[in-house]
Structure formats: C-alpha cells, structure tokens
C-alpha cells in the first residue's frame, strides 16, 4: 500500500508563506502525476496545483503566481510553496499522488490532509 505523509500546514497571517511536502512510500516503481488539491468548509474539493513526470506543472486560476509546486524524484516528495498568502487560502490541502507498484498494479493514493488557515 502506497502511503503518503504530509507536512507544513499551520496558522499564517495574510501576506506570509508556508511549504508543504508530502512524501510517497510503499514500494513505488513509478509517479506519473503529484497534486495538491483543497477543501475549504462547505466547498469542494479543488486542485491547486500539479506535477507530471516530465516536470509539467499546472495551476488553479487563483493561485498562479503566488503558489510554486516542486518535486524530488529521489525522495519521491512534493512540494507546494505558498507565497502571499491570502484568507480565502484557508483550506485543508491534500496530497495525491498515482503511479504504479508494478507493471499490472496503479495507484491512486491520498494525504491525510494538513490544515492551513491564513488570518486576516
């Protein structure tokens, strides 16, 4: 089972900045796509921003120019960087990651979510 495990969330004013990784495990032979989506209460869930193998990035609409995402291939981790950071950012943020263990076996797996919450 492939396991995801997240960290960085926290409290930030507006305008601040915070990291978050998310780090893949369990006997993964290749990631095709990372993401990080986010549910904010009562919304959605919407991704943020995502990754491909080939290093293609894509972002939502509301978070272009503000928010980078990275990856490490070697530590089969994502990044999200989040710079000026606004209230409406507040959200849980969640991990996804798929690929496969084998060449019969894909993967589609999920963070445990980091709550972010961004103070006016």
């Known amino acids: 089972q492939v396991q995801l495990v997240e960290s960085g969330g926290g409290l930030v004013q507006a305008g601040g900045s915070l990291r978050l990784s998310c780090a893949a495990s369990?006997?993964?032979?290749?990631?095709?796509?990372m993401g990080w989506y986010r549910q904010a209460p009562g919304k959605q869930r919407e991704l943020v921003a995502g990754?491909?193998?080939?290093?293609?990035?894509n972002y939502a609409d509301s978070v272009k120019g503000r928010f980078t995402i990275s990856k490490d291939n070697a530590k089969n981790t994502v990044y999200l960087q989040m710079n000026s950071l606004k209230p409406e950012d507040t959200a849980v943020y969640y991990c996804?990651?798929?690929?496969?263990?084998?060449?019969?076996?894909?993967?589609?797996?999920w963070g445990q979510g980091t709550q972010v919450t961004v103070s006016s």
């Open positions: 990754i491909t193998s080939g290093g293609s990035t």
């Open positions: 996804n990651v798929n690929g496969q263990k084998t060449v019969f076996t894909n993967f589609d797996s």
């Open positions: 369990g006997g993964i032979s290749w990631i095709n796509v």
